[in-house]
């Protein structure tokens, strides 16, 4: 029996398969847009497209990025009401008293039977000049109630 070569056909079919798997790995392909389709060879007014590699970032990571994020938002917040609980509590300790002591309550009670008459004589109407006179009588009164802690 003669002794014959060993086959070549599965060497080539090897090296064929190798060359294929390994070419897209050789180098970063070429894409191409060609109106509203892609391509991976270039045509007429096509334009070269980025390709870049996907990158995966596990899920895990992603949480955790968000709860910190979440946190600091959290804890700024919580810093600013402390603040301004600090300032709203400084504010009203230094605020003055709400009543004035010399202010007798009889007076308190003339100025708003005083506001209910001009509320009585606005209800009638009038020109604009007497409507103006009340509208200044009664702010006036409104004032002083204010400013006496009635």
């Given amino acids: 029996m003669p002794i014959l070569p060993p086959p070549r056909l599965p060497l080539i079919a090897t090296a064929v398969w190798l060359a294929c798997t390994a070419w897209p790995l050789s180098g970063q392909a070429q894409v191409f847009r060609c109106g509203n389709s892609y391509s991976s060879t270039p ?4 334009k070269p497209v980025p390709v870049e590699p996907i990158v995966e970032v596990h899920p895990s990571t992603q949480g955790a990025a968000k709860r910190r994020a979440t946190r600091r938002h959290a804890d700024r917040e919580e810093r600013a009401w402390d603040r301004m609980e600090r300032e709203l509590d400084k504010a009203q300790a230094n605020a003055p008293p709400q009543r004035k002591s010399g202010v007798d309550r009889s007076q308190c009670e003339a100025r708003d039977r005083r506001i ?4 009585q004589l606005a209800r009638r109407g009038g020109t604009v000049q007497q409507m103006e006179r009340l509208r200044e009588e009664r702010q006036e009164a409104r004032d002083w109630q204010f400013r006496a802690g009635c």
């Fill in 116 to 119: 209910q008459k001009i509320d």
């Fill in 43 to 46: 045509c007429a007014d096509g």
